[in-house]
Structures are given as C-alpha cells and as structure tokens.
C-alpha cells in the first residue's frame, strides 16, 4: 500500500533513504516529486535543501510536505542556470524561512489557496565562491559575491557598489539613484529612455557595474533630480 505524501516526507526527514506514495517516492538522499524530473528536497550533512522551482499545484502540495523540516529553499533551475550542482555546495548563514499565501487556479477553474516556503536569504559556498541566493520583493536572485562572506548581512553590503557607498542613495531593484547636481541640458526624457534601452543591451552576467556620469559643463537642476547607476551584482 502507497504512503501518503505526508507519510513519505516525515520518513525522508528522519533518514529514509527508500519509500514511496502516490506521486512522492525517495531515492537514497534525494525525495522527488511525480519523477526524477523534479527532485523535490536534497538531504546533506547540514541539512535539507527544497527545491523552490514552481511546477503545478499538486507539486506546491508536495513542497508544503517538506517546508517545516527543509533548512533553505533554492530554484534548483537557477542553480543549474549558473552551471552549479545542488550535490556541492555548503551553506554559510541562512535568514529566517520565508512563508508565503499563494493563489492558484486548477485546470477547472477552481481556486486553491495554500502557503509557501519561499526562498529566504542563504550564503551558499561552492569551493572557494560564494553567492548569496534570496528574494527581492518577489523576484528571486542569486548572485556570486566579491569575496567571502559569513553572515547574509555581509553578502548583502558586499554588492553595494563601491560608488554608492558613504552616499545618500535610493534602490530600486538593481538600480542605485543618487542626488546629482548637474545633468546635460540636452539629456530630454526621450534621449533618457534611448540610453537607458542601450545600457540594457550592454549587460551581460560578466559585467559588474555600469554609471551614467555627467559632465562639468552640465545644466543645474533641482536638488530632486538623481543619476542613474545600475549594478549588476556578479563580478567578472
């Protein structure tokens, strides 16, 4: 007889490394969900890592299974994305679990509500490099840092950029705004938006950090104006 899914994910959290349900079955140190397509939770020697990649409804049930015992949550296609393997990697420092109240509708049109582990901030090492994977709102990222860190408070001031730092700056996403005295007379909203859609095409993950200078000749204008400064947080 099939365990139930509950079932499966309590064994795996104490140390099964066989079992099955319907749609939930463990393989060693791994527990997938529907098959070996979508590995659900990965046990290692400091923990349980959840695979928080979004598949269907009924996966979501299966990763609810497994919030309360996983120690961090990563999209395992991000991981892949960075050419990183989810077996390799140490955890450094972790923030508190992220729970999030999810909608969804079915094929049928019908609405389920249920809770989510999201991914929360998490310093991850693999050899000698370290990233730090977390949530900005609710968009995911994971960025490798400059240097080694400890905590995530570490990770995260070690991708402010080095311009922005001792300034009054505002973020926005990847953006970093600070207060500009001047700006070229010429530079119209028209001529902002062009060069903004060209440092767009300019980006790559090698690229580190971007600045749009003004120059001495510029035209005053009210303190309430800013430069703009878009950093991508992935060094070269």
């Known amino acids: 007889m099939a365990l139930s899914h509950a079932e499966v994910a309590r064994r795996f959290s104490q140390g099964a490394t066989k079992g099955s349900g319907c749609h939930m079955f463990i393989e060693g140190d791994t527990m997938y969900s529907y098959g070996h397509w979508f590995p659900l939770v990965i046990r290692r020697e400091w923990g349980f890592l959840l695979n928080a990649d979004k598949r269907s409804v009924s996966t979501s049930q299966h990763q609810g299974h497994c919030r309360g015992f996983a120690t961090i949550a990563v999209p395992f296609s991000a991981i892949d994305a960075a050419g990183l393997d989810p077996y390799a990697f140490s955890l450094v ?22 809770e989510e582990r999201r991914p929360e901030s998490a310093v991850i090492r693999f050899g000698k490099r370290y990233f730090l994977s977390g949530m900005d709102s609710d968009r995911y990222f994971i960025s490798e840092l400059p240097y080694a860190v400890k905590t995530c408070a570490e990770a995260y001031d070690a991708l ?6 001792g300034k009054d700056y505002v973020r926005q996403g990847e953006w970093f705004a600070i207060p500009a005295e001047t700006i070229p007379a010429s530079l119209l909203w028209s001529d902002a938006r062009g060069f903004y859609r060209h440092m767009e095409r300019g980006f790559d993950t090698s690229l580190c950090t971007a600045v749009c200078a003004l120059p001495p000749s510029a035209t005053p204008l009210p ?14």
Do not use: F, L, N, W
């Open 93 to 114: 420092d972790k923030s508190e679990p992220r729970i999030d109240t999810r909608t969804y509708r079915d094929d049928k049109g019908e609405t389920h509500t249920v």
């Open 160 to 165: 402010v950029p080095a311009e922005v730092r």
């Open 223 to 236: 303190s309430c104006q800013t430069s703009a400064m878009r950093a991508r947080a992935m060094p070269a």
